[in-house]
């Protein structure tokens, strides 16, 4: 292909990010748009919160801030599981009062959290749950009864009035240590009890043992669940995949069996099995030769791409598990959802096995009903003309570290194998933008890769400068012997300039790599490579790095 205006078609581009365009704010602007959002969606039921929100803004919030060295360790570094515990002994052990499944890993303990409650609303029970982060409102973080909705606002701020004087003596008695994810744990365990919930779906935050929802005791856990074990929360989690596996081995409790996803490293799954069996915790291994599982095709199913499956599981040790699901429709997408949906079904089977009704019908259309946002989430055509890519196919997922880089890419390679493909990315500054970036290089060149920047959790802490992580991309093309043309920044004429005196033709052939500090230029920018590069042939735009970019590009949808 020779375009010999393609480069300067970008130029003249970038001149967009010094016009004011009214119906699509500024980065920074968007931001604070995606904020106050969230915070006043549904109208006046969000306001209603509004007391709540400020009292929570001024605790201490680890995902603003990142989590310390140590924090989810067994250690004198570790979080104080005391602190948590007399906190709910001051609320009266609400968690005492409801049976729990507990879910920890590093990656799919989400979605596995989702497919699970869906499969127990689908057989009648009313199910509690709770999972981290959210997307639009903390609100998504707590979903109550059959229909699986977020907990209303009204309900919300009914109790935090209720429990503010016990919450502010457990703050003053802890010396101010008590923070935002232990409060929120601890009036999600409140709300389960009082709306008598059949059973409590849990994600843990960080690890599992040092978790401020591993207060759940034996008697109320009907079955602990690892998904997988990878290097996400290093430092915080001991430095090791070793010591990972150990912190989130400690949601095994006595007696209660333990499924475990997988698939792991002999050495990991070794320490997970002598951990279930120093409890005497029967083991049901997802990965065990008895459990198939298949992607068949890939097609739309009612305007949606969905992924046709076959699972067959069959134990015999242990605990028995069968069931057989032909032609099961997941329109959550990728290899690894096909494996959190397995050991969502396992669970099932699990409690199934302990005396609760769960039908085979309503494991196939729990699973076949779940979705996720923000994970492998392909935005409809209202919703991409919404953030100016109109005729764009647009797919935006939360992935941040190299496992979950190389399933995007897989989903990616799987949906649109022959797709020209442009990157959106943004990260947090706690996280591997080297295994991320080679990852994504390793599976598929994209067309373009432009980089940007937004607030982490509401706040600026935790930010990768888009100068900054062109740095990791850079190096790992060279490590991977991927020719870029670094274009420079998207707001900077001069810079650009200078970038393009090369021969354009030349330059076309190359992965384009371009920064910009808003979200705006950025959207603009990669659809405008794209669209030059490509010819107007039909192109994916992919969106990922964080939760955070994935938040505001679906905000604007709305």
């Given at each position: 292909?020779?375009?010999?205006?393609?480069?300067?078609?970008?130029?003249?581009?970038?001149?967009?990010?010094?016009?004011?365009?009214?119906a699509?704010?500024?980065?920074?602007?968007?931001?604070?748009l995606?904020?106050?959002?969230?915070?006043?969606?549904n109208?006046n039921?969000?306001?209603e919160?509004?007391?709540?929100?400020?009292?929570?803004?001024?605790?201490?919030?680890?995902?603003?801030?990142?989590?310390?060295?140590?924090?989810?360790?067994?250690?004198?570094?570790?979080?104080?599981?005391?602190?948590?515990?007399r906190?709910?002994?001051?609320?009266?052990?609400p968690?005492?009062?409801?049976?729990?499944v507990?879910?920890a890993?590093?990656?799919g303990?989400g979605?596995?959290?989702?497919?699970?409650?869906?499969?127990?609303?689908?057989?009648?029970?009313?199910?509690g749950?709770?999972?981290?982060?959210?997307?639009?409102?903390?609100?998504?973080?707590i979903?109550?009864?059959?229909?699986?909705?977020?907990?209303?606002?009204?309900?919300l701020?009914?109790?935090?009035?209720?429990?503010?004087?016990?919450i502010?003596?457990?703050?003053?008695l802890?010396?101010?240590?008590?923070?935002?994810?232990?409060?929120?744990?601890?009036?999600?365990?409140?709300?389960?009890?009082?709306?008598?919930?059949d059973?409590?779906?849990?994600?843990?935050?960080?690890?599992?043992?040092?978790?401020?929802?591993?207060?759940?005791?034996?008697?109320?856990l009907?079955?602990?669940?690892?998904?997988?074990?990878?290097?996400?929360?290093?430092?915080a989690?001991?430095?090791?995949?070793?010591?990972?596996?150990?912190?989130?081995?400690?949601i095994?409790?006595?007696?209660?069996?333990?499924?475990?996803?997988?698939?792991?490293?002999?050495?990991?799954?070794?320490?997970?099995r002598?951990?279930?069996k120093?409890?005497?915790?029967?083991?049901?291994?997802?990965?065990?030769?008895?459990?198939?599982?298949?992607?068949?095709?890939?097609r739309?199913?009612?305007?949606r791409p969905?992924?046709?499956?076959?699972?067959?599981?069959?134990?015999?040790k242990?605990?028995?598990?069968f069931?057989?699901?032909?032609?099961v429709?997941?329109?959550m997408?990728?290899k690894?959802?096909?494996?959190?949906?397995?050991?969502?079904?396992?669970?099932?089977?699990?409690?199934?096995?302990?005396?609760?009704?769960?039908?085979?019908?309503?494991?196939?259309?729990?699973?076949?009903?779940?979705?996720?946002?923000?994970?492998?989430?392909?935005?409809?055509?209202?919703?991409?003309?919404?953030?100016?890519?109109?005729?764009?196919?647009?797919?935006?997922?939360?992935?941040?570290?190299?496992?979950?880089?190389?399933?995007?890419?897989?989903?990616?390679?799987?949906?649109?194998?022959?797709?020209p493909?442009?990157?959106?990315?943004?990260?947090?500054?706690?996280?591997?933008?080297?295994?991320?970036?080679?990852?994504?290089?390793?599976?598929?060149?994209?067309?373009?890769?432009?980089?940007?920047?937004i607030?982490i959790?509401?706040?600026?802490?935790?930010?990768?400068?888009?100068?900054l992580?062109?740095?990791?991309?850079?190096q790992?093309?060279?490590?991977?012997?991927?020719?870029?043309?670094?274009?420079?920044?998207?707001?900077?004429?001069?810079?650009?300039?200078?970038?393009?005196?090369?021969?354009?033709?030349?330059?076309?052939r190359?992965?384009?790599?371009?920064?910009?500090?808003?979200?705006?230029?950025?959207?603009?920018?990669?659809?405008?490579?794209l669209t030059?590069?490509?010819?107007?042939?039909?192109?994916?735009?992919?969106v990922?790095?964080?939760l955070?970019?994935?938040?505001l590009?679906?905000?604007?949808?709305?």
């Amino acid at each position: 292909m020779n375009n010999p205006n393609f480069f300067n078609s970008i130029l003249r581009f970038t001149n967009l990010s010094k016009t004011r365009i009214p119906a699509f704010p500024n980065g920074r602007i968007v931001e604070k748009l995606g904020f106050l959002r969230r915070l006043s969606s549904n109208h006046n039921e969000d306001i209603e919160l509004t007391d709540f929100m400020e009292y929570m803004e001024k605790l201490k919030n680890y995902e603003k801030s990142g989590v310390p060295k140590g924090a989810g360790t067994d250690s004198g570094e570790g979080f104080d599981m005391g602190r948590m515990n007399r906190l709910m002994q001051r609320l009266g052990n609400p968690q005492s009062n409801f049976k729990a499944v507990h879910i920890a890993g590093t990656k799919g303990k989400g979605s596995t959290a989702n497919f699970l409650a869906n499969i127990l609303r689908e057989e009648g029970y009313s199910v509690g749950c709770y999972t981290s982060p959210h997307v639009h409102s903390i609100r998504e973080r707590i979903s109550l009864g059959k229909e699986g909705d977020p907990v209303s606002a009204e309900k919300l701020s009914c109790l935090f009035h209720r429990v503010k004087n016990v919450i502010d003596r457990s703050i003053e008695l802890e010396n101010g240590m008590i923070s935002h994810f232990e409060v929120l744990t601890a009036m999600s365990f409140t709300l389960f009890a009082e709306e008598n919930v059949d059973i409590a779906v849990v994600e843990a935050g960080l690890g599992g043992s040092r978790d401020a929802t591993n207060v759940i005791c034996s008697s109320s856990l009907l079955a602990a669940v690892i998904t997988t074990i990878g290097k996400e929360h290093l430092a915080a989690l001991g430095g090791s995949l070793e010591s990972i596996a150990m912190a989130k081995s400690g949601i095994i409790k006595h007696g209660r069996p333990v499924v475990l996803g997988g698939p792991f490293d002999q050495r990991i799954e070794q320490i997970l099995r002598d951990k279930a069996k120093s409890s005497s915790a029967p083991v049901i291994l997802v990965s065990d030769p008895g459990i198939i599982s298949t992607v068949k095709d890939v097609r739309l199913h009612d305007g949606r791409p969905c992924q046709l499956c076959d699972i067959h599981i069959q134990i015999e040790k242990d605990i028995p598990l069968f069931i057989e699901l032909l032609d099961v429709r997941l329109h959550m997408l990728g290899k690894h959802q096909l494996q959190n949906a397995v050991t969502a079904a396992c669970t099932s089977l699990c409690l199934r096995n302990q005396g609760w009704k769960v039908s085979d019908e309503s494991i196939r259309t729990g699973l076949e009903n779940a979705t996720l946002l923000g994970r492998s989430q392909f935005l409809s055509s209202e919703e991409a003309k919404a953030v100016g890519f109109a005729g764009a196919i647009v797919l935006v997922d939360g992935a941040h570290t190299g496992e979950s880089a190389k399933c995007l890419i897989d989903t990616i390679n799987m949906t649109h194998p022959n797709s020209p493909l442009a990157l959106v990315v943004a990260m947090a500054n706690d996280k591997d933008h080297s295994a991320f970036t080679r990852q994504l290089l390793l599976g598929r060149l994209p067309e373009a890769v432009v980089l940007t920047e937004i607030s982490i959790a509401g706040d600026r802490s935790r930010i990768t400068p888009a100068s900054l992580l062109k740095g990791a991309w850079i190096q790992a093309a060279k490590e991977l012997d991927v020719e870029i043309a670094d274009v420079g920044a998207g707001e900077n004429e001069l810079l650009f300039m200078e970038q393009l005196s090369g021969s354009a033709a030349d330059k076309e052939r190359k992965t384009v790599l371009a920064t910009s500090g808003s979200l705006q230029s950025s959207l603009k920018l990669a659809n405008q490579i794209l669209t030059e590069k490509t010819q107007c042939q039909s192109g994916l735009i992919v969106v990922t790095g964080s939760l955070h970019i994935v938040s505001l590009i679906l905000t604007l949808c709305q």
